[in-house]
């Protein structure tokens, strides 16, 4: 499948692999939006190293699937590390090893799920990155993950070792309506402009779901299959998405869930009330991690001046299946 749209992210990375200086690349998005597919297919799966994180693993886990990795891409065999420094110094022989003569690209996709608790997956990168490939002119280091609020806070705004280390940022956002109608003009699927529309409203323009729809049903009869029917391919998306995004999603559904049957958004005092969560430090986490993530948007409105820091309204800015 050619990638469909994309068109500024495809130049920033023709860029970056022709800049004759290292880059950390950081790509990031909400669930299902096309992060892997883009990198994997612009480079033609043609990397100097590529693993993935799993989800819900432990650390013997993750670093077995990247002592996999570094196997399958070196021509020696490394032994299993015990710990991210040792796995991370594998990978700079590896790298330097390489008899690639062009820009080394090493991606590390659903990086989040790699920094399990207490790992020191991110101590292990900082000396990676920090202590060596930073001072590569042919490293292009990609990483990428869904869980937004993670990447922020311990890539973005990371206070340590990795403070103002990223160097190129790429936010993916789901597709336009233009996309959306190359795109299933790509899989041969006849929708007139207004039944655009109305898939747009429901699957919100993911890639994901959208591949899901089959040409020869109505749309109708499509989202029926993939939401309603029992062992639909979406049945369990609404609870998949959250928990793959959160590591305690709990306060986010209690959140959203009163959101989704407004139009107009509440303020926080109103999510207070009807969540029944309390005003607290994890509140304000939970509805950044939100808005982090795509979910809500805040803004600040004038309510006649009566209240200030309560004239925050919190608006559902994409429809997951809420």
């Not at 590390?81 to 090893?97: G, K, P, V």
């Not at 990168?125 to 202590?131: P, Q, R, V």
């Not at 109505?218 to 299959?225: A, E, G």
């Not at 986010?252 to 969540?275: C, F, M, N, W, Y």
Request: hydrophobic content about 40%.
């Amino acid at each position: 499948m050619k990638i469909i749209g994309r068109k500024e992210e495809l130049l920033h990375l023709q860029d970056y692999v022709e800049a004759g200086q290292p880059d950390f690349l950081v790509v990031y998005g909400r669930r299902r939006v096309g992060k892997t597919f883009l990198i994997r297919e612009f480079f033609e799966n043609k990397f100097c190293f590529y693993t993935t994180g799993l989800a819900n693993a432990n650390k013997a886990d993750q670093l077995m699937v990247f002592n996999d990795a570094l196997n399958r891409y070196s021509l020696k065999t490394y032994e299993l590390a015990s710990d991210w420094f040792t796995a991370f110094h594998q990978l700079r022989d590896l790298i330097e090893s390489s008899p690639i003569d062009r820009k080394k690209v090493i991606f590390l996709d659903e990086m989040p799920w790699m920094d399990t608790h207490k790992s020191g997956f991110v101590s292990g990168l900082e000396a990676f990155w920090n202590g060596w490939g930073s001072g590569r002119s042919d490293i292009l280091l990609i990483a990428c993950g869904s869980a937004t609020s993670w990447i922020i806070n311990k890539l973005f705004k990371n206070h340590g070792g990795l403070y103002n280390r990223v160097t190129k940022r790429m936010y993916l956002t789901p597709f336009t309506l233009a996309e959306c109608e190359a795109f299933y003009q790509s899989k041969g699927v006849v929708y007139n402009r207004q039944q655009i529309v109305e898939s747009y409203m429901i699957l919100g323009g993911i890639p994901y779901y959208m591949n899901q729809i089959e040409r020869h049903l109505s749309l109708s009869q499509n989202i029926d299959r993939l939401c309603f029917r029992t062992g639909g391919a979406l049945t369990d998306e609404y609870d998949i998405l959250y928990s793959s995004l959160f590591e305690h999603p709990e306060k986010h559904v209690h959140i959203v869930a009163p959101l989704s049957k407004k139009t107009k958004g509440l303020t926080r005092s109103e999510i207070i009330d009807v969540s029944g969560l309390t005003n607290s430090g994890a509140l304000t986490k939970a509805l950044t991690e939100l808005e982090d993530c795509g979910f809500i948007r805040k803004y600040m409105v004038d309510m006649e001046k009566e209240v200030e820091m309560q004239s925050i309204n919190w608006l559902i800015s994409s429809l997951c299946f809420i």
